[in-house]
């Protein structure tokens, strides 16, 4: 793509030397000779990723937006791989390590943006309808225990590795190892939007804002709703994947950069929520974040029955039996200093949750364990899937690992007091 740079000084040499010009009408233009480096062209603002245009493992909310758009836009972002672009295939799990040592305090992600949506206002919604996306052809997944203790079990797994994948688009498969494929499901990791505080804050942890949700939802067709704390929103995206499981328990996910994420940024004006929500064709969703996971799971139910009484219109009671006979609960993720859980809700004819079997199937191997800790629970269930599809299947149990991060489904069941239930499967069909 063109230097953006260059486009800003063309575009304000069109005038004679000595003549005023008037200001356009058109933000897009507006918001070009102002030194935005988003471009309007054939009806979308593109933002591609450059050096201009993203950071690296901060968001601040003093950020120069990269882009101004009113609300209703079209945007096709480009994004970046992590630690700009410098977790690329070949490179070595030293330095992938030391790029993450040698930089404390800021994430590994590459963000694209901010994007600023005209009109958007604090206490209202921005909406982020995600139309397409376009993975690279090559990703990354990486466990990094060492000095930095990151992953579900750094002291299990105390050998560092990364592992490089290429996506074959036309069947929607990546090769894991001979014999054994993964679906390419891509879906970002990172949709933010500015938090109030001031300052820089770190991409890792998520919040009420977004942000490193790892939710893997949110594919085509799904609508993002976040909560607005700023003047124009200020929305990024990046952290972006094309194969998560439930927990990303070996640290990351298959980590690419998308060639084109192409989202509409809508205004719902004074409407105020507490947490982000996402749409699908088929539910919507509900989420919990917190440093503790039993804690993320009393926020999500909080949450849940929130939305049924604002949305649903269902007092409060009936709310909270809805919730527990149709609210299909589900870990995100378990990695990033804050741990996350999500609630699915049918859309129509009130389905029941996807089972939560507690042996072996026919279509997956599963574990299941029972702890007064929901943390704890999945420790025990998370491990053992490790061990079976290790032992099972003949994998080294680093690659086990590995897999399980990238294609386990983990499910919360009963939750009381003294009893806090897990179910991870992991299906069969990935053997080939």
């Known amino acids: 793509?063109?230097?953006?740079?260059?486009?800003?000084?063309?575009?304000?040499?069109?005038a004679e030397p000595g003549v005023q010009r008037s200001r356009p009408k058109r933000p897009e233009i507006r918001a070009l000779q102002e030194g935005h480096v988003g471009q309007f062209q054939g009806g979308v603002y593109l933002l591609p990723a450059t050096d201009e245009t993203v950071q690296w493992g901060w968001f601040d909310n003093a950020e120069r937006p990269r882009a101004r758009i009113p609300a209703g836009s079209t945007v096709v972002m480009e994004t970046m791989m992590a630690s700009l672009n410098q977790v690329l295939p070949g490179v070595d799990m030293d330095t992938i390590t030391r790029l993450r040592v040698n930089h404390p305090?800021?994430?590994?992600?590459?963000i694209t943006g901010p994007v600023f949506v005209e009109g958007a206002m604090p206490g209202d919604t921005l909406c982020v309808r995600i139309n397409r996306i376009v993975p690279r052809s090559y990703g990354a997944n990486w466990n990094m225990?060492?000095?930095?203790?990151?992953?579900?079990?750094?002291?299990?797994?105390?050998?560092?590795?990364?592992?490089?994948?290429?996506?074959?688009?036309?069947r929607g498969v990546t090769e894991f190892l001979p014999g054994i494929e993964i679906p390419v499901r891509p879906f970002p990791g990172i949709v933010a939007v500015a938090r109030e505080e001031s300052g820089p804050y770190s991409t890792v942890p998520p919040g009420t804002f977004g942000?490193?949700?790892?939710?893997?939802?949110?594919?085509?067709g799904s609508v993002v709703h976040l909560p607005v704390f700023v003047e124009g929103a200020l929305f990024w995206s990046g952290d972006s994947h094309a194969a998560q499981g439930n927990g990303e328990i070996n640290l990351t996910a298959i980590e690419t950069a998308f060639s084109e994420l192409n989202v509409t940024i809508d205004v719902i004006?004074?409407?105020?929520?507490?947490?982000?929500?996402?749409?699908?064709?088929?539910?919507?969703?509900?989420?919990?974040?917190?440093?503790?996971?039993?804690?993320?799971?009393?926020?999500?139910?909080?949450?849940?029955?929130?939305?049924?009484?604002?949305?649903?219109?269902?007092?409060?009671?009936?709310?909270?039996?809805?919730?527990?006979?149709?609210?299909?609960f589900r870990v995100s993720e378990v990695v990033n200093q804050v741990k996350g859980v999500y609630c699915m809700l049918p859309k129509k004819a009130w389905h029941r949750p996807a089972s939560r079997p507690l042996r072996e199937n026919r279509a997956s191997f599963v574990t299941h364990a029972v702890d007064a800790s929901l943390m704890q629970a999945m420790n025990h269930a998370a491990l053992e899937m490790i061990d079976v599809v290790a032992s099972r299947q003949r994998l080294r149990r680093i690659d086990a690992y590995s897999l399980a991060s990238l294609a386990m489904d983990t499910r919360i069941g009963r939750v009381e007091p003294g009893a806090r239930e897990i179910h991870c499967l992991i299906p069969k069909s990935l053997w080939i």
């Open 269 to 328: 004006k004074r409407q105020t929520i507490a947490w982000p929500r996402i749409e699908t064709p088929t539910h919507w969703i509900t989420v919990g974040y917190d440093h503790d996971l039993d804690r993320a799971l009393e926020i999500l139910e909080e949450e849940t029955v929130r939305f049924l009484v604002d949305v649903a219109r269902l007092r409060g009671t009936d709310a909270r039996a809805f919730m527990t006979t149709y609210g299909d």
């Open 105 to 110: 305090g800021r994430g590994p992600h590459t």
């Open 211 to 220: 942000g490193n949700l790892d939710i893997r939802e949110m594919t085509e």
């Open 1 to 14: 793509m063109a230097n953006s740079k260059q486009k800003t000084s063309n575009v304000s040499s069109t």
């Open 145 to 170: 225990p060492g000095p930095l203790q990151l992953g579900q079990f750094p002291d299990v797994f105390t050998e560092p590795q990364v592992k490089y994948f290429y996506f074959d688009m036309a």
